[in-house]
């Protein structure tokens, strides 16, 4: 889908269109509240964000949790949308990011039913993870870059 334009949000409506797709795609439907998207990472985190026209359709964040060590989270596409690309696009751009940052490594936790998706990409499998807030089996996954 060439018509969608990925970047960083630039200013404080981008960023709160940004807010409200991440929680309607990934907390809403969960019963978390719009406050529960952010963490002790959402200043220092790279965000990335497919806008087709003015509309959020997919995101994606990317932070460090050491010098070697990048973590992606809050991946999301438009449920209508999935299937076409624009994930994989947000995780190759994310990855792009990690390499020019100096990652040696990227570590996720996945929600089970994505597992596929990221192994398609690289990603392996390193154990369950139970620290997610949302009740949605996670899987620990990591690739090195």
């Not at 529960?36 to 965000?47: A, G, R």
């Not at 596929?116 to 369950?128: L, N, P």
């Not at 620290?131 to 690739?143: A, F, L, Q, R, Y």
Request: hydrophobic letters at 35%; one cysteine or more.
């Amino acid at each position: 889908m060439s018509d969608i334009e990925y970047r960083t949000p630039i200013n404080l409506d981008e960023f709160k269109r940004y807010d409200l797709f991440r929680w309607k795609i990934l907390r809403k439907p969960i019963g978390k509240s719009i406050e529960s998207l952010k963490d002790k990472h959402e200043e220092s985190s790279y965000h990335l964000v497919g806008f087709k026209n003015v509309n959020v359709i997919s995101c994606g964040r990317l932070h460090f949790n050491n010098h070697n060590e990048a973590q992606i989270r809050y991946m999301a596409v438009e449920e209508n949308l999935q299937g076409k690309g624009i994930g994989k696009k947000i995780l190759l751009l994310l990855e792009e990011k990690a390499k020019e940052m100096n990652a040696k490594k990227i570590i996720l936790n996945a929600r089970d039913y994505v597992i596929k998706f990221y192994e398609k990409s690289g990603y392996k499998i390193v154990k369950k993870y139970d620290g997610s807030d949302t009740g949605i089996p996670h899987t620990t996954m990591e690739k090195n870059i």
